[in-house]
């Protein structure tokens, strides 16, 4: 298939990105690595008028530290994200999940801001978003900036909160102070396939005993959502396997997922709780 006809555009600032936008509404798209977009022109599923390059807008490729968080520009490439040294020192678990985003070659063209803006509910960077309770910064032509959180971001599968003027300019990833641990764990049935089940675990453990945790989960849901119960169950307990089961059987309890071809929702809500369990596990042994 080749996709419908469109005008191709290249603006070279952010202000001529933001003004096209504009000017199309609904007509006009951005394009950052094409590794989602490209198929769907292919497929005709999208078929927009105008196509804006974000490639050339120079300052939306930076990763920065500014105090207890790191800034990162849309056209960031999720091979860069996930190599950078700031990346997997502050924030480990994101970088953890990046390998398991589709293939090598995908990665040095697919964006986190492109990724974040697809709101896949199986994408491995909006479920690390929401368990590190990050955000996002979002401009339009006509009202300036905007910060959304990751929560309020994500509405529902490959929908976003956000208007079809406005451009996902950086993502803000809060950098936890050394008493949390993260786990990120997923499953897939090779490896590079969307996963089955994806999750995000998080504790602060003081004295031996969790005084904090976020379960979060996507694949199962039709977004990346944090389970409060199941991250409230491990609050108090002392960080042992008996307290990662119980976390487990919870969040798969909480998860209402429904059978496809790859699996039934009763594998699905089993496996949601065994990747509980075993994230647990994990963040108990880091933070023994
Ligand atoms: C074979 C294959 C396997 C894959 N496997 C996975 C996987 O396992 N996990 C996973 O998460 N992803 C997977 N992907 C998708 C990949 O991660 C994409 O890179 C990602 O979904 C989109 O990022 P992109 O930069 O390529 O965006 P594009 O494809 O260019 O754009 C995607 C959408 O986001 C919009 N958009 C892009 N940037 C912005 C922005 N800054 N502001 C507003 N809107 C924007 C576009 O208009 C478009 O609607 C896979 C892709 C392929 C081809």
Redesign the pocket.
């Known amino acids: 298939m080749k996709p419908g006809p469109f005008i191709y555009t290249a603006p070279d600032s952010l202000e001529e990105a933001l003004e096209l936008l504009d000017e199309h509404g609904g007509e006009a ?12 022109l292919n497929m005709r599923f ?1 078929q927009p008028a105008v196509l804006v390059d ?1 490639n050339p807008v120079p300052g939306l490729d930076g990763i920065v530290q500014r105090d207890a968080q790191l800034e990162i520009g ?2 960031v490439r ?1 091979a860069s994200f996930g190599a950078s040294p700031l990346v997997r020192e502050h924030i480990p678990a994101a970088a953890t999940a990046v390998p ?4 090598f070659v ?2 040095n ?3 986190v ?3 974040l ?2 709101a ?1 509910a ?4 909006p479920l690390a978003l929401v368990a590190l309770e990050g955000s996002v910064r979002v401009a339009s032509h006509r009202n300036g900036e905007r910060m959304v959180s990751a929560d309020e971001l994500f509405v529902t599968h490959f929908t976003t909160s ?1 208007s079809d003027e ?4 950086s993502s803000i990833w809060p950098i936890a102070d050394n008493d949390w641990h993260f786990a990120f764990e997923e499953f ?1 049935q090779r490896h ?4 089955l089940g994806m999750v995000c675990v998080g504790i602060r453990v003081s004295n031996g005993h969790v005084s904090d945790a976020r379960v979060a989960v996507s694949a199962v849901t039709d977004r990346p959502v944090c389970l409060d119960d199941a991250g409230a169950a491990l609050i108090g307990h002392a960080a042992v396997p008996d307290a990662a089961r119980e976390a487990g059987a919870m969040a798969a309890t909480a998860v209402d997922p429904h059978s496809d071809l790859h699996a039934t929702a009763r594998y699905r809500r089993h496996l949601t709780g065994a990747l509980v369990e075993r994230a647990c596990l994990v963040v108990f042994e880091a933070a023994s």
Do not use: N
């Open positions: 798209k951005p394009l950052a690595g094409g590794q989602s977009l490209m198929p769907l999208a974000l849309a056209t999720q398991h985003i589709g293939h995908t990665r063209r697919g964006t801001g492109g990724s803006a697809h896949d199986r994408g491995e960077l956000l406005e451009l996902l300019v897939a590079g396939d969307y996963a």
